[in-house]
């Protein structure tokens, strides 16, 4: 049969703390338990051996350690504690930065604006409106390629920034750039015109008819619009025409009679009276409006635009008469490039 | 006598035919630099005008060299310029602005050809960094100094 030992019981016996069911039982099972006998001859041998030592009081310093034994005690638990809500609000932040990941606002804002009367900048993305309808200016920073002033009343749409084109769309007002970047990465779309910056610094306006104007300071431009190009440099301006496009360009400092007939030959008023008046009236460096002519007069009246250009500088050689008057692209070229240091 | 006369009645009348195929310095634009596109260096926007030789026989063999000389408050200055290569084949230079803003400033360029051997100067006023063109001086020698304290003065 199996035997239940009573060895868990015996230290208890020995103190006289069992009741007296359980007493009964260790007795009855000590009689016949050798086993259990011999380990409360042990167990009663080392309480005797106990009971014979001296009670003496401990040294300060046992005390002393057994305090600061607690305190270790108390510090690790509160260490473990603090470790505990450190743990917990990693976790209830790494949350919330997941929640704030998931919804945050992903739309690229390539473009800084300062409003130029609050002083402060905001990052816009492609697509936003610039508007200064209500009075205030405003400078759009075109990336590190330069800046690009907004004057009051006009309205200008953000566009879209990559590493071969930043693009600004003037729907009404005036802009003034300043750019140093290489050619055709700046471009202002304008309704009768885009404006590729080749140059440095100009200023462009768009009326509410759409039809408008690019002035150059530095450097030079091109406006272009459905296959017709005008080359705007520094010191001259042209018009811009939601019907036609880009208009004859001409010096500012030219004479007033020439700026009008460029103006009336550009719309049509007239145009072989206002031919006669350009031809006449135009110096030297106006031969940038009349080579711009060449490719715009009737085939009848570019004889004569020829023989006016020619008077001031004829053509380099292989820049034929006959090339240029069938409008050879590579000797207009020619042509305007030594032209150009008149310019 | 009379043919004495007569020839300098015609040299004197073909005096401006014979200066145009004479040795000088001829200032234009950036635009002149060249309108290329994708090769179009950046540094030719920020030009102050840009410089070439003409009537020489070896256009990339001619020395240029330029000073801007400056009256600033009164005071006399001069800054030695840096020429920035533009075409060497063709001996294009161009000049950036490397004197101090404020003042009247003159930039002066003295070029030599080697053959014909000859030398010239052209005077070019500046307005900041704009030169002015209707002001600007082409000589057939070198400038001296009369004329460029004369130009100095007429600006300021």
């Given at each position: 049969m199996f035997t239940r030992h009573v060895d868990d019981s015996l230290p208890r016996y020995c103190d006289g703390e069992l009741s007296a069911a359980e007493r009964q039982r260790v007795d009855a099972h000590l009689v016949s338990c050798a086993r259990c006998r011999m380990a409360l001859e042990e167990i009663q041998f080392s309480a005797n051996v106990v009971r014979q030592l001296k009670v003496i009081s401990a040294p300060p310093s046992v005390w002393n350690a057994i305090v600061e034994a607690g305190l270790e005690t108390r510090l690790a638990r509160s260490r473990a504690y603090r470790l505990r809500w450190a743990v917990a609000c990693g976790v209830v932040l790494a949350a919330a930065a997941g929640v704030y990941w998931s919804i945050r606002?992903?739309?690229?804002?390539?473009w800084a604006v300062a409003r130029v009367n609050d002083g402060g900048t905001r990052r816009m993305a492609a697509g936003e409106w610039v508007d200064t309808r209500g009075g205030s200016t405003a400078r759009i920073i075109v990336g590190e390629l330069g800046t690009v002033d907004v004057a009051p009343r006009t309205r200008v749409r953000l566009g879209q920034v990559s590493q071969s084109e930043y693009r600004l769309q003037l729907d009404r007002g005036t802009i003034s750039a300043e750019i140093n970047a290489p050619p055709r990465l700046f471009i202002v779309d304008t309704p009768a015109s885009a404006v590729v910056d080749l140059g440095c610094a100009y200023t462009v306006t768009v009326g509410d008819d759409g039809a408008g104007e690019l002035r150059m300071t530095k450097g030079w431009s091109s406006l272009e619009w459905k296959g017709r190009e005008s080359l705007v440099p520094a010191g001259a301006m042209c018009r811009t025409r939601p019907a036609s496009g880009p208009g004859t360009p001409y010096f500012e400092d030219a004479s007033a009679a020439l700026k009008r007939a460029v103006d009336d030959f550009d719309v049509g008023r007239d145009r072989s009276q206002a031919l006669d008046v350009i031809v006449r009236e135009a110096?030297?460096?106006d031969t940038l409006t009349l080579w711009h002519l060449l490719s715009r007069v009737d085939a009848s009246d570019r004889a004569r635009v020829y023989e006016r250009i020619a008077e001031f500088e004829p053509p380099p050689a292989g820049a034929t008469r006959d090339r240029i008057l069938a409008l050879d692209a590579d000797a207009l070229r020619r042509w305007r490039e030594e032209l150009a240091w008149k310019w | 006598m009379s043919r004495l006369i007569a020839l300098l009645v015609v040299l004197m009348l073909a005096a401006p035919a014979i200066a145009g195929t004479m040795f000088r310095l001829e200032i234009g634009p950036p635009i002149a630099a060249g309108t290329?596109?994708?090769?179009?260096?950046?540094?030719k926007k920020k030009l102050a005008f840009v410089v070439r030789p003409l009537v020489c026989d070896k256009a990339g063999s001619v020395q240029i060299t330029g000073t801007a000389e400056g009256l600033v408050n009164g005071m006399r200055q001069s800054v030695e310029l840096s020429l920035i290569p533009v075409n060497a084949a063709e001996g294009v230079y161009g000049v950036l602005q490397q004197w101090p803003e404020g003042g009247h400033w003159v930039v002066q360029l003295n070029g030599s050809c080697p053959s014909p051997k000859a030398s010239a100067s052209t005077l070019v006023p500046m307005n900041g960094s704009t030169f002015i063109r209707e002001k600007t001086q082409v000589l057939r020698e070198p400038a001296t100094r009369q004329q460029l304290e004369a130009l100095l003065k007429e600006l300021s």
């Amino acid at each position: 049969m199996f035997t239940r030992h009573v060895d868990d019981s015996l230290p208890r016996y020995c103190d006289g703390e069992l009741s007296a069911a359980e007493r009964q039982r260790v007795d009855a099972h000590l009689v016949s338990c050798a086993r259990c006998r011999m380990a409360l001859e042990e167990i009663q041998f080392s309480a005797n051996v106990v009971r014979q030592l001296k009670v003496i009081s401990a040294p300060p310093s046992v005390w002393n350690a057994i305090v600061e034994a607690g305190l270790e005690t108390r510090l690790a638990r509160s260490r473990a504690y603090r470790l505990r809500w450190a743990v917990a609000c990693g976790v209830v932040l790494a949350a919330a930065a997941g929640v704030y990941w998931s919804i945050r606002d992903t739309t690229p804002k390539p473009w800084a604006v300062a409003r130029v009367n609050d002083g402060g900048t905001r990052r816009m993305a492609a697509g936003e409106w610039v508007d200064t309808r209500g009075g205030s200016t405003a400078r759009i920073i075109v990336g590190e390629l330069g800046t690009v002033d907004v004057a009051p009343r006009t309205r200008v749409r953000l566009g879209q920034v990559s590493q071969s084109e930043y693009r600004l769309q003037l729907d009404r007002g005036t802009i003034s750039a300043e750019i140093n970047a290489p050619p055709r990465l700046f471009i202002v779309d304008t309704p009768a015109s885009a404006v590729v910056d080749l140059g440095c610094a100009y200023t462009v306006t768009v009326g509410d008819d759409g039809a408008g104007e690019l002035r150059m300071t530095k450097g030079w431009s091109s406006l272009e619009w459905k296959g017709r190009e005008s080359l705007v440099p520094a010191g001259a301006m042209c018009r811009t025409r939601p019907a036609s496009g880009p208009g004859t360009p001409y010096f500012e400092d030219a004479s007033a009679a020439l700026k009008r007939a460029v103006d009336d030959f550009d719309v049509g008023r007239d145009r072989s009276q206002a031919l006669d008046v350009i031809v006449r009236e135009a110096r030297v460096r106006d031969t940038l409006t009349l080579w711009h002519l060449l490719s715009r007069v009737d085939a009848s009246d570019r004889a004569r635009v020829y023989e006016r250009i020619a008077e001031f500088e004829p053509p380099p050689a292989g820049a034929t008469r006959d090339r240029i008057l069938a409008l050879d692209a590579d000797a207009l070229r020619r042509w305007r490039e030594e032209l150009a240091w008149k310019w | 006598m009379s043919r004495l006369i007569a020839l300098l009645v015609v040299l004197m009348l073909a005096a401006p035919a014979i200066a145009g195929t004479m040795f000088r310095l001829e200032i234009g634009p950036p635009i002149a630099a060249g309108t290329g596109t994708a090769n179009t260096p950046q540094v030719k926007k920020k030009l102050a005008f840009v410089v070439r030789p003409l009537v020489c026989d070896k256009a990339g063999s001619v020395q240029i060299t330029g000073t801007a000389e400056g009256l600033v408050n009164g005071m006399r200055q001069s800054v030695e310029l840096s020429l920035i290569p533009v075409n060497a084949a063709e001996g294009v230079y161009g000049v950036l602005q490397q004197w101090p803003e404020g003042g009247h400033w003159v930039v002066q360029l003295n070029g030599s050809c080697p053959s014909p051997k000859a030398s010239a100067s052209t005077l070019v006023p500046m307005n900041g960094s704009t030169f002015i063109r209707e002001k600007t001086q082409v000589l057939r020698e070198p400038a001296t100094r009369q004329q460029l304290e004369a130009l100095l003065k007429e600006l300021s």
